[in-house]
């Protein structure tokens, strides 16, 4: 059964920083790794997706990277601003119980950037 | 290209009816994937439908029940609403077919009182 990871829960960091969240876990058989984003309230707005054949992505500011063999990922945000806060969580797609494609999630990390 | 639509936003019901959500997957996307999300259990995955069946399931009871039409429109129904069934209830849609990611919903906000 996939469980994924991710610390620290919480993270607070002035603004203009640069910031690395960490998601692992623990199967490495999938097919993807994507990273979320959601505000407060609202639903969950797609990231980066990974592939399990690449090793990164990057769009902007952000930057994910995949490590299988260590099953690990990091969203590096560049330049941290306060836009930036919100709920970050990543969720790997593998195969379900059932023998099927599922996307597993984990509890996110809350981030606030402090002007 | 439309997002993925769910409908209503959202909806205040009382304890022991039954509530009917509604999600619209993206254009060409077979896959739609309920989850709940309530402030002290995070996302949990109740049921994903692929091509009009059932192929995943979460832990919950089942008083919590799904479909999906031709169509892949699909439809999630909880009955005898408890108290603890308030939460945001959020749908994806995928092509289902691995490695193409998913997209999500604004999602439900469901309140029983």
């Known amino acids: 059964k996939q469980e994924v990871t991710q610390i620290p829960a919480a993270l607070s960091v002035p603004e203009g920083e640069n910031l690395v969240l960490n998601c692992s876990f623990t199967?490495?058989?999938?097919?993807?790794l994507q990273w979320f984003r959601q505000d407060p309230g609202k639903g969950l707005t797609s990231l980066l997706l990974?592939?399990?054949?690449?090793r990164e992505q990057t769009s902007g500011r952000l930057n994910a990277s995949l490590d299988k063999s260590s099953g690990r990922s990091t969203l590096y945000i560049a330049a941290s601003q306060p836009g930036d806060s919100a709920t970050y969580l990543c969720a790997a797609d593998g195969v379900s119980n059932f023998g099927n494609e599922k996307l597993t999630f984990g509890t996110g990390t809350r981030l606030t950037i402090i002007p | 290209k439309a997002g993925v639509t769910q409908t209503p936003r959202y909806l205040i019901k009382t304890r022991g009816q039954q509530v009917t959500l509604s999600c619209s997957p993206i254009?060409?996307?077979?896959?739609v994937s309920w989850y709940q999300q309530t402030p002290g259990q995070g996302l949990q995955f109740l049921f994903e439908y692929f091509s009009e069946t059932q192929r995943n399931k979460g832990n919950f009871p089942g008083r919590f029940s799904g479909r999906q039409f031709s169509n892949s429109r699909s439809e999630m129904n909880v009955s005898t609403l408890e108290l603890g069934d308030s939460a945001l209830y959020l749908c994806?849609?995928?092509?289902?077919?691995?490695?193409?990611?998913?997209?999500f919903g604004s999602g439900t906000r469901l309140t029983v009182v």
């Open positions: 254009s060409g996307h077979r896959s």
């Open positions: 994806a849609s995928s092509k289902g077919q691995g490695s193409t990611g998913y997209t």
């Open positions: 199967d490495s058989a999938i097919y993807n």
């Open positions: 990974i592939q399990s054949s690449q």
